[in-house]
C-alpha cells in the first residue's frame, strides 16, 4: 500500500503509516470512523485498500463510552 488515491491525506507511507497506527489503536467503530474522516478516506477505499484493519473494525462495539471527540488530525510541524 503506497497511499495513491486513497484520501487526501495519504500521500505517503509515512502518512499510511500514521493513519494505520490510529486505525490499529480504534477503541469503537465511531472512533474509527472519526480517523477516516480526518484523512478523507471512504469506507470503500478504506476496505479496499486495508481489508487487514477494516475486518478488525468490524469486530469493535458501536462507540464507547470514552469516545474521544472527533480528531483534530496529529499535529503539524
Known sequence: MDGQGCGDHLNSSREVNGFELWISVAKSKAD????????DLSEADFVTNFPHLAKGIQELPDNTDDDPPPLSGPSEG
Do not use: D
Not at 474509527?32 to 484523512?39: G, H
Open 32 to 39: 474509527a470512523a472519526n480517523i477516516r474522516e480526518w484523512y
